[in-house]
């Protein structure tokens, strides 16, 4: 475990238009902070905020001899694979007598399965625990223009799938990619669906959120003879307190702290701004064998 008197663990956020988002992230940090009292735990944020990246390093640096980065953040894309990287190559020009490491983002694993489940569990419950059969599930995601990052989504549509009984189980994005949630309704509709359950797939509330929810009340008017639920963010579920804490324990810091990249459109043109260490000494960036 990394001794937690001489290190920083700062939480890295997206950052939300919508103030309230960028608040709930502080509440979750002060949680956190609750359960573990001795830990100094900082926030910042990659955009829309007033604590960005470089700022929210430099405070985490100061009477640090380590600091280790969580991107709180579910899909790796560009910030994750470009933004981040490149924050901390300059923090530790700026600070060389601190070490710098970087846990990988939240991911799509079964840590968050078991939220999404939850998730599940409980829409199917507000409409009655009707005949998965004829109930559609919707995971809605925030959508990316990395095809690696949407693929964490199908993957997990595919395992809740795997395990529950319902018919259709889909995905949808609310930007940038396709399907959108209007489709994707329509063709669960068509194939017979009477209930729908769609589970925002997104840590704390923002703009998309207040979006999903006007999205929602428009189809529930177009479409009144289907029952309709839909779930919430979920940051602030115990599942998520617990794969931070498992982030930190030095399992994923003594394997080199890696960001994925395998596969991804950011690669080659980060390789070419040398915004990547994509070789085998794993120096906090990105560390791959190739």
Same mark, same amino acid.
């Given at each position: +475990? ?23 992230? /502080? ?13 100094? &735990?900082?926030?910042?944020?990659? /955009? ?32 994750? $694979? +470009?933004?981040?990287?490149?924050? #901390? ?34 829409? +199917? ?30 993957? +997990? ?33 068509? #194939?017979?669906?009477?209930? &729908?359950? &769609?589970?925002?797939? =997104? ?5 998309? &959120? ?6 929602? /009340?428009?189809?529930?008017?177009? =479409? ?22 498992? $982030? ?17 459109? =950011? ?24």
């Amino acid at each position: +475990m990394t001794d937690p008197r001489t290190t920083t663990f700062l939480l890295a956020g997206h950052g939300s238009r919508n103030r309230e988002g960028n608040d709930e992230i /502080e509440r979750f940090a002060a949680q956190w902070r609750a359960k573990h009292p001795g830990w100094r &735990i900082e926030v910042c944020f990659i /955009e829309h905020a007033d604590v960005l990246l470089n700022d929210g390093l430099d405070r985490a640096a100061k009477g640090a001899q380590r600091v280790v980065l969580i991107p709180f953040i579910l899909n790796a894309a560009g910030h994750v $694979k +470009m933004e981040l990287p490149a924050a #901390l190559e300059a923090a530790r020009l700026r600070h060389p007598d601190v070490e710098f490491v970087v846990t990988r983002h939240l991911g799509m694993g079964r840590e968050i399965l078991v939220v999404l489940q939850g998730q599940l569990d409980r829409l +199917m419950k507000a409409l009655d625990v009707p005949d998965p059969q004829t109930t559609g599930v919707i995971l809605l995601g925030r959508g990316s223009s990395d095809a690696g990052a949407n693929g964490e989504l199908a993957r +997990m549509a595919r395992w809740i799938f795997e395990a529950n009984d319902h018919e259709l189980v889909d995905l949808a994005f609310t930007g940038v990619t396709w399907p959108r949630l209007e489709i994707v309704v329509q063709r669960q509709i068509k #194939l017979g669906m009477t209930q &729908i359950c &769609i589970v925002p797939v =997104y840590l704390f509330t923002g703009v998309l &959120i207040e979006r999903i929810k006007a999205q929602v /009340e428009r189809l529930k008017q177009q =479409y009144p003879q289907i029952a309709f639920a839909l779930g919430t963010h979920f940051g602030f579920d115990q599942g998520v307190f617990d794969l931070l804490d498992a $982030k930190v324990d030095g399992r994923e810091l003594k394997a080199g702290s890696l960001l994925e990249c395998d596969g991804c459109k =950011y690669r080659e043109a980060a390789e070419a701004e040398h915004l990547h260490d994509h070789s085998h000494t794993a120096t906090g960036s990105c560390a791959h064998a190739h």
